[in-house]
Structures are given as C-alpha cells and as structure tokens.
C-alpha cells in the first residue's frame, strides 16, 4: 500500500468530549483512529455513569460524525494537531415513525378548517373552523365525535389545556369559549372582553398549577387577558402593546411572553401582571414566538408512553419532572420570527439584548417552532423554504427546499427527528433531520393546508385546509 | 296555581310575538359570517383569491382522454398562402423567386440556428421572433407574462405547426412555474397549454388565455 500523504501518522487522536453548552467532561483522552460512534457510545455511557444506556449523536465541528474518527477527519481534512473537541448530544430513546400514507380524509366542517390540535395525551383531536364550529374526532375509528356550536365567527385559535381536561377556542368576534372534551358541552358561558378577534391562546403550564385553571389569550385590539376557568372571567388585563398582539405563549418561570404588530416583545411577569422587559429590535411585524421549552409545557405530565395520571398532584409531579429533564441547566430561550424577514434569538431571563439574529430569509417568518428537545429551531417562511437553525446558538444550519408555496405551519415529532411543514400549494412535506432532506411527500389536500399537528406519542399527523377535510396521516 | 299558568302562557305568547317581529327588526350589519376563512396569521394580509387546484388539472386529464380540445376560439380565419409569405427576389438579376419570408410573428426556440442561406427557403425574420406571451388565467382573472416552450398546433396547417408561427388562434405551451401549481398526486406542474386570443403580427405582442 503506497503512503497517502494526508494519512494520519499516528494511531490515536486526542479528543475532548463536551456536551452541548460547552461544558468538558473530563481531562482529554486518546482514542484510538477506527473508534466510532458505537465505541463512543459504550464510552459516553459509562463516562456519565448513566444505569441504562442512552443513545446519543457525536458532532465534530458541528458535522455529525457517523463513520470512524479517522475517515471522518480524512474527510473533513479535519487537523489532529489540536486537541479535537467532540461535542454530544443526548437523543430521545425512543424513535419516531415517520407517516407514508393519509390513512383517512374526514369531511365534516361546512368552511375551511382553520386551526387543529392534538390533546396532550394524544387521544383525542379538535379542529376549528370557518363554518364557527369547533369539531372532536375520534382518533381511532377516525369518525367525527361532538360537534360545539355556539361561536358566532370563524374560531381562530383552539388550545388544549396541559391536563388535558379542556379546550379553549377563540373566534373572530372576540369571544373565548370553553369546552369539555368527553361531551362536547360547553362549559359555562362564552368569556367576552376582547373588542376585536383572538389570535392567540396559551394555557398556564402543568407543573405550575395542576388541575389547569388560568390561560392567556391575545387579540387584534393588542391587549392580553389572563382568564381564570373557575371563576370564569378576567383576572388580569395586560395592556401596553400598542398594535395588534400576534402571539402570546406562558413559560415556564412564571413569565409571559408576547410578541406584537408594534414590532417589539413584551415580557410580563404572572404573579402581578407587570412588564418586565420589552424586548426591542425588530423593524415590521412580529409574527411568532417560540420557546425552548414549548413541547414539554403543552404536554405537561404526558409523554410518549401514553401513562394516564390518577390525581392532579401525581400529574404536577410528572410535569414537573418532565420540565427540569427538559430544560436542563440553561436558560429559558425565546425565538422570534417577523415581516422584516429576519428572526431573533433571545434569552428573556437574563437581558434584553437578542442573543443572535437569524438572517437568511427571502420573505416573512411565519412560523417558528423549538424543537422538543430543544436542540434545534425551524421556521417556515413565504419564501417557501423551511430553516433549520441551531437551538443554542441560532447558527444557520441547512434550508429545505421543495415545497413551490409559501409554508404556512411546521410541525416537530416527539423525538426531534422529523419536521412536517403545510404550504399553501396544498402539500405537506416530512424532512429528517439526520440527512437534512426530504424523507417524504404528502400530498392528497386539494387546497391549501392551514394547520397541522403531530401527536405527542408520534403515531399520528392531522392536517386541515382550506378544502374542509381533515386528513390523518400514519405510517 | 291560576297566575302561574297565567305568567307561563303570557310569556310563550310574548317569544311567538317577538319571532314574528324578526322580519321587521335591524340587526347589526357585521352579524353575518363572511365567506373565506382564514387562520388568525393570514387575517392581517391581502392575499389574491385564488381558484383549487384541484378541479384544474382533472379537467385537464379527462380532456386529453377523450382527445377532444375545448378551447376559447374554436374557429379561426383561414390564413392564405400569399397572406403568410412573402416572395424574396434573389439572384444577380433578382429573376430567382423561390425564396419566402414569414410575415407573421413566429417563435424559434432557443437552440435554434439558420440554415445556410444558399439553401433555407422559408426567412423568419428576427424582428418578428418572440419569446414571451402575456397568459390570462381565466379563473383567476390575472396575466402573467410566461416563456412560450414552443408551438403545439397552429390551425392553418401542419406546415405552420413546424415552422413555429403564431397565429391568432394557435396553441403554444408555455412555462408556468412560477404559478406554483400542483398536481394531486403532488407533483409540480411546469408547462400549460395557451391559445392566442390576438393578431400578434399587428400588436408587437402576443396575448393568449390558459388552457385550464
């Protein structure tokens, strides 16, 4: 065998192992040229002293490293002379499906289907549509369950409360109305305040107040109220934006987040109702907001083996659990996606200065969605282009390209592994994150595609549009 | 017991009174539900109405089964031979005539190179060579200016199919890509049939209306 001058001289490479904020996780060591993932698993593993073996993703200067060490800095021409940082990443232990086929196309809504969410246990599905119903469907015989009448305009917005015993659907007139799953009745009277329609709703998180009684909810007249379900009116009345309020999300601290049509970002506190910070720097529109922690918050206790909670105490505890395991040492991030085409990395916690600007856009930011482990941010944009940015540092990592409309909706898979995104040219699109492409089409809508959602336990995608089905889709 | 009744009776007979007073009582204007629902992140923006999709391309397959062409002008003026070309004098006498320039407006494509001009008989003039047309999209109500692709069938003849003139009245395909359709089964689709709805030798343009 002839000697490759870029060949490696020595056998062993010294590597630091560091987890993903940066942190060492112990005095350098010297592997061996053929070590690949497998033997760091093993290492990483009995390193962290962990009883069951997790599997984790190995990047190299933020290239995963999926051969051996040596082929890998052959490739990337990577020099040995350094110490070489590897940095880990847990994944989730458990994998995710991806969906092939629409396993069925409901009719049912008379108008557009405008809005559709999965419930935090994954058993039931609620939709909200133009035709000022908001309809239950059962996931299992995939027939139409109760239909709630009442709103007398198009519902909005629809949202799950984390325990799972509510769902709150606002409409185009301004009324807020709650409904119980189980029966389809409506509980109590419909909640007036708002002049003008609601954009938004976000319900106070499982670990901070179990059984689910106060939720947010935004509106056009740019107010934000806090509803309480028992005594089922307002208790607090956040004014200050001074435009149109296009998103409100509830974090985990105690802290509200709202972002507005006034270009800024108001973070108010939920104990007082007071403004805290007001974060500044975007030139149009802000359209969306995301936060680190979002999936674990609108799933509370339940998580992907589908365990059902005896008392509202256990469900606190789960919650609780699951948002520590989730949020881990850092800091609560918000992402902010806008008309100036551009979004913003924050950390709300610690300053009002953005932590980095998300460039790369040709058209506004719809959508931005955390995914649920944190690690990554996707945003969908009018440009008809999907994002992928990296959660921690908001560095750009890749664009999927395919779909030939603005992208309207994303939607993560319980394990961070998968993306679906709706557009207006009536296709959904599945990416995988490990290739970074295109796994696969959706298609079957025969107009645009408004909303979609994928199911906490990852067995299921809904989907509704402008052509009035709901489509189901499983693997 | 009486004024229980009574009070029941009276207040039944108050709601049938106050239903058939409905015809004449005025109700707030934006009481009705508007057509074209929207999710809450669209309301702000104008957005164009847009046809489905859906019925466009069925249309399209069922039409090209049955072999038969619905399209806007189903008859058109026959052209004459001496209308279309014009006789070029050649030769050191000019007495030679079999050479014929193309008057009308035509379209070549981009690969296209000229014969040796010893031996082409038909010209077509650059001056009258087009790339574009100006497409109406009959549902949406819209035009866009599109590449033309090529010719497809110009009703004069075979003759004039090949030689790429265009005609009022002729079929040409042009590139719609950048509509952003899509088929059902998910495919993108990027060339659509136009007829000619003008005389584009007078205009200096070509306008067509879309095949859908």
């Known amino acids: ?109 008379s108008e557009a289907v405008l809005s559709v969410q999965f419930s935090p246990d994954s058993r039931m599905l609620a939709s909200g549509s133009g035709d000022t119903t908001v309809r239950f469907w059962d996931i299992y015989t995939q027939t139409p369950l109760f239909t709630c009448t009442g709103h007398k305009n198009w519902v909005l917005c629809i949202a799950w409360s984390p325990d799972g015993k509510m769902l709150v659907s606002g409409s185009k007139d301004g009324e807020l109305r709650l409904w119980e799953p189980t029966t389809g009745k409506a509980i109590g009277n419909p909640l007036t305040g708002h002049k003008k329609w609601i954009t938004a709703v976000s319900w106070e998180p499982a670990h901070l107040q179990s059984p689910s009684r106060r ?71 802000v359209n969306t907001l995301a936060l680190s922690t979002e999936y674990v918050l609108r799933t509370g206790a339940f998580d992907h083996t589908g365990k059902q909670f005896n008392s509202a105490e256990e469900m606190k505890q789960a919650a609780l659990v699951r948002y520590k395991a989730a949020k881990g040492n850092s800091q609560e991030r918000l992402v902010s996606g806008s008309d100036d085409f551009t979004m913003f990395l924050w950390e709300p916690g610690t300053s009002k200065q953005p932590k980095a600007r998300m460039t790369g856009h040709q058209q506004l930011v719809n959508h931005v969605y955390f995914s649920p482990d944190g690690r990554w941010v996707a945003s969908a944009s009018f440009d008809k282009s999907v994002k992928l940015w990296d959660g921690y540092s908001g560095k750009f990592i890749a664009t999927f390209r395919g779909h030939v ?57 809904a989907s509704g549009g402008r052509d009035r089905v709901l489509k189901l889709w499983m693997s | 017991m009486y004024a229980k009744k009574r009070y029941s009776e009276k207040a039944t007979l108050k709601k049938t009174l106050a239903m058939h007073s409905e015809r004449t009582n005025r109700h ?102 087009f790339t574009k047309a100006h497409v109406t999209h009959p549902e949406l109500k819209c035009t866009f200016n599109l590449d033309i692709i ?56 070509i306008n067509g209306v879309l095949l859908v």
């Open chain 1, 1 to 109: 065998m002839g000697t490759n001058p870029l060949a490696i001289p020595a056998n062993n490479i010294i590597c630091s192992l560091t987890d993903p904020e940066g942190r060492s996780l112990g005095a350098p060591l010297d592997l061996p040229q053929d070590a690949g993932p497998k033997e760091l698993y093993l290492l990483i593993n009995t390193l962290l002293q962990n009883e069951e073996k997790l599997p984790y993703a190995f990047y190299i200067n933020d290239k995963e490293l999926l051969g051996s060490l040596g082929a890998h800095l052959l490739q990337n021409r990577v020099s040995v002379e350094q110490v070489l940082q590897i940095v880990y990443q847990p994944q989730a232990v458990f994998r995710i499906k991806p969906v092939t086929r629409c396993s069925a196309s409901i009719p049912g809504h």
């Open chain 1, 215 to 285: 939720f947010a909810s935004a509106s056009k007249d740019g107010d934000i109220r806090i509803w309480d379900t028992t005594l089922h009116k307002t208790v607090m009345c956040l004014t200050g934006h001074t435009l149109a309020v296009t998103c409100v999300k509830w974090g985990g601290e105690g802290f509200i987040y709202s972002s507005s049509q006034d270009c800024t970002i108001k973070v108010w506190e939920t104990t007082s109702g007071k403004l805290i910070r007001e974060l500044k720097g975007h030139g149009h529109w």
């Open chain 1, 405 to 461: 409309g603005p992208v309207y909706q994303i939607s993560w898979s319980a394990d961070s592994r998968l993306l679906v995104s709706g557009s207006k040219d009536s296709t959904m699109k599945m990416w995988d994150m490990r290739t970074q492409k295109l796994r696969e089409d959706l298609p079957g809508h025969a107009d645009e595609v408004f909303a979609v959602d994928w199911s906490a336990d990852g067995e299921k995608v």
């Open chain 2, 28 to 129: 707030k204007a934006d009481d009705q539900v508007q057509d074209g629902a929207v999710p809450a992140y669209l309301l702000d923006r104008e957005q164009t109405a847009r046809a489905k999709v859906l019925s466009n391309t069925i249309k399209q397959k069922r039409k090209e089964k049955a072999g038969k062409w619905e399209v806007p002008l189903p008859k058109v003026r026959p052209i004459a031979e001496d209308e279309m070309f014009r006789v070029l004098r050649t030769g050191k006498r000019k007495t030679k005539q079999w050479k014929r320039m193309v008057t009308k407006v035509t379209f070549v494509g981009p690969g296209f190179t000229r014969k040796p001009p010893k031996y082409e008989r038909f010209i077509r003039p650059m001056g009258l060579r």
């Open chain 2, 150 to 205: 090529g010719v497809k069938k110009n009703p004069n003849g075979p003759m004039y199919t090949s030689m790429g003139v265009i005609t009022k009245g002729t079929i040409i395909e042009v590139n719609v890509s950048e509509l952003g359709l899509v088929t059902p089964a998910g495919k993108v689709v990027w060339g659509k049939y136009a007829q000619v709805t003008n005389n584009p030798e007078n205009d200096g343009c």
